[in-house]
């Protein structure tokens, strides 16, 4: 051992085994001579520790040439060892930022950067379940705006094992389907849950054949929120009566007796939020009916209550509704809802916000999805 280069360097030597040729893989190899390779390992508390490892250059006598004997844990024309990335790529995952990583490691940030996202891709490669399941959840997120146009990236989610699955760049279908079109298993897919967006609608109808649209339970119940909002600002400006007006976007189900008091009370003056409201509540009722027949027939009344509305708002949303009309029943046959995805969605923000906003699409979707699937990376 010596002191070398503020660290230490620690002579080694590679001891003798089999030694297959790295070009035809044969086993008559000679020694022909000896070399050295210094390479940087993983540091010894918080000393930087080198290793140089004399080892033999091998001949093949089949292909007539030679080459080093590789030794494990370093892969090939690397000058570091596995140990040392792979220890990188952690301290990268728990530091602030990359910039400490390579101010405590002593290495360039160049560096840090490049085997933090090569090592996220390599973890990844545990998990190359590259099959759609049977159960997928769809959801946007944003993603950065460049020059003036916002871009989002879309979110698959596997809702049956409750597991990320794939990630990909833009939300209409001509980008989504280029970027997946390699994945096997697509045919196997029965059940897709999809907010009402209807660029998702006709992506997942000619890619998926065989699966099933579900319109998200949250996303439907949550169609006449603006217009309430909008409706309660026309009458008071801004910010007065708020909590009331908040409070009227709560499912009257789970609110106090005096609440709903209060509530009656502030509606009885004000005959269009009344209406609203009321309609409000009947959608949160469908949702709580059991049973796929009894939920058609409920879901048919209130499409023809609906139509007797003289309001606008009432009258979108029953345009709405009869354009997804199939997607909104079929939540009933099988109870699938998005609010898996909408996690890893947050997981996502959580990701972005934490480095200060990604640029390259790549890297976002390989810390993502390591931050998803495994717990300590
Ligand atoms: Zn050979």
């Not at 939300?171 to 196997?188: F, I, V, W």
């Amino acid at each position: 051992m010596r002191v070398h280069q503020g660290g230490y360097l620690w002579e080694v030597q590679k001891l003798r085994s089999e030694c297959p040729c790295l070009r035809c893989g044969s086993v008559k190899t000679v020694k022909s001579g000896k070399c050295t390779t210094t390479v940087r390992d993983e540091s010894v508390r918080t000393v930087v520790l080198w290793l140089k490892i004399h080892k033999h250059r091998m001949y093949c006598k089949d292909c007539k040439k030679t080459f080093t004997e590789p030794v494990p844990g370093i892969w090939p024309r690397r000058r570091t060892t596995q140990r040392f990335r792979n220890a990188i790529a952690k301290a990268c995952g728990t530091s602030k930022d990359l910039a400490t990583v390579s101010r405590n490691h002593r290495v360039s940030h160049g560096f840090v950067y490049k085997i933090c996202y090569e090592q996220l891709e390599v973890k990844l490669r545990e998990h190359k379940q590259k099959k759609w399941p049977e159960v997928i959840g769809l959801d946007e997120h944003f993603f950065r705006r460049k020059k003036g146009i916002t871009e989002f990236v879309s979110v698959f989610t596997d809702l049956k094992k409750k597991k990320m699955f794939e990630m990909a760049h833009g939300k209409d279908r001509n980008s989504l389907e280029e970027q997946l079109r390699d994945m096997p298993g697509r045919e196997n897919v029965k059940v897709v849950v999809i907010d009402m967006s209807s660029s998702y609608r006709s992506f997942v109808k000619r890619f998926f054949p065989n699966a099933m649209i579900v319109a998200d339970k949250f996303h439907v119940l949550r169609l006449l929120t603006p217009s309430i909002m909008k409706a309660g600002k026309e009458i008071h400006g801004h910010r007065q009566e708020l909590s009331t007006r908040r409070k009227l976007l709560c499912s009257r189900k789970n609110l106090d007796y005096f609440v709903r008091v209060d509530i009656d009370r502030y509606l009885k003056d004000h005959h269009k939020l009344n209406e609203l409201y009321r309609w409000k509540e009947r959608l949160f009722e469908f949702y709580r009916v059991k049973g796929f027949s009894r939920a058609s027939i409920a879901f048919h009344r209130l499409l023809s209550d609906m139509e007797r509305s003289s309001l606008d708002e009432v009258q979108r949303l029953l345009r709405t509704f009869k354009r997804w009309k199939h997607e909104i029943i079929r939540y009933f046959e099988n109870g699938y809802t998005n609010g898996f995805t909408e996690r890893m969605n947050g997981t996502g923000k959580l990701v972005q916000r934490r480095a200060f906003g990604y640029r390259n699409f790549k890297n976002y979707r390989l810390r993502v999805l390591t931050a998803c699937l495994f717990r300590n990376f």
